[in-house]
């Protein structure tokens, strides 16, 4: 039977995508998206704009959103999907998240200039079409672009991930906050692309044990961030402990992504898609 070409977690301009809200709606739809969700690193202002490049271009639109958490010393991201933008509570949950993005930002530069790269925040700033939300990752475009590092992975690899010269600690929400939130705008929590923390394995459980008490219903199986193994560990999880699956690609840019929108493999055919609550 055909599965739908549902994309449920990608970024725009209004967190650290390329495209604005439009653009991906409109490349999403070119690659067959059937049901898509933008899911912006803590900011929800790219959902109105998608929303309506979507209705005009016949693609099912979840509204999302991914949510920053400090989980176990690691940084653990929570996808919303269906939510609703304007409930209060998750309104301003984000905002309070994104307050301490400002301050994150300053110190990453601090800590670029300890190490004599200069300029770093300005840089950064240069990248991010929204400047509430500074990420890393503009962080690191802006390294390639003066030249320091020769792409993004490599800069991640040198400055920004924990242990090296860039990287600074940062506390975020809590599980139970974000989860929380999304519940509290009527929207589905997700576990997003699990196989990327670095937790261990009693710490995995704890995440999944807490997320699912908190009300978290879903996780991503296929994600453009997994490997065919971590696929197929994360699908018996799901099958263990009755998650919805996701599928996903977290399309940033042409560039800097390894999966395009729409491009991810199926997800296993006995699991149930979360997008059977959108549809
Ligand atoms: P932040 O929310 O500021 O910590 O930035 C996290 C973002 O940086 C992620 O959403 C990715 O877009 C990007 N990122 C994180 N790790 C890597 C990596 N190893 N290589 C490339 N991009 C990464
Ligand atoms: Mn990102
Ligand atoms: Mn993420
Ligand atoms: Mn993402």
Redesign the pocket.
């Known amino acids: 039977m055909h599965q739908l070409n549902a994309d449920l977690h990608c ?1 725009s301009t209004v ?2 995508g390329w495209l604005d809200p439009a653009d991906v709606v409109r490349r999403a739809q070119a690659n067959g998206v059937e049901v898509l969700a933008l899911t912006d ?2 900011e929800l202002g790219g959902l109105e704009r998608a929303a309506k490049t979507a209705a005009e271009l016949g693609v099912r639109f979840v509204p999302g959103v ?1 949510i ?1 958490v400090s989980f176990a010393g690691e ?1 653990v ?1 929570i996808v919303g999907l269906g939510i609703d933008p304007d409930e209060s509570g998750i309104v301003s949950g984000l905002k309070q998240v994104r307050a301490g ?1 400002d301050a ?1 930002a300053r110190r990453i530069a601090d800590a670029l200039a300890a190490v004599g790269i200069q300029g770093a925040l300005e840089g950064a700033h240069r990248f991010a079409r929204n400047p509430a939300l ?7 475009r802006h390294l390639v672009a003066s030249g320091v590092m020769p792409d ?2 490599t ?3 040198h400055y ?2 924990r242990g090296k010269p860039g990287f600074v600690e ?1 506390e975020w929400a809590t599980l139970e906050e974000a989860v929380g939130w999304i519940i509290g705008a009527g929207g589905v929590a997700v576990i997003a692309h699990p196989a ?1 923390y670095r937790l261990s394995a009693a710490d995995m459980n704890r995440l999944l044990d807490r997320f699912v008490a908190a009300g978290g219903e879903a996780i991503e199986v296929v994600s453009g961030a997994h490997s065919e193994d971590e696929m197929r560990r994360f699908a018996t999880i799901a099958r263990q402990r009755s998650l919805l699956a996701s599928r996903a690609s ?1 399309f ?1 840019g042409e560039k ?1 992504s390894p999966v395009d929108l729409g491009r991810c493999n199926p997800l296993p055919p006995d699991l149930t898609p979360v997008w059977s609550r959108f549809i």
């Open positions: 970024h967190s650290d690193h803590d991914e920053s940084t991201h993005r994150r500074v990420s890393r990752a503009h962080f690191a993004v992975r800069v991640f690899d920004l991930v940062h990327r977290d940033h800097e």
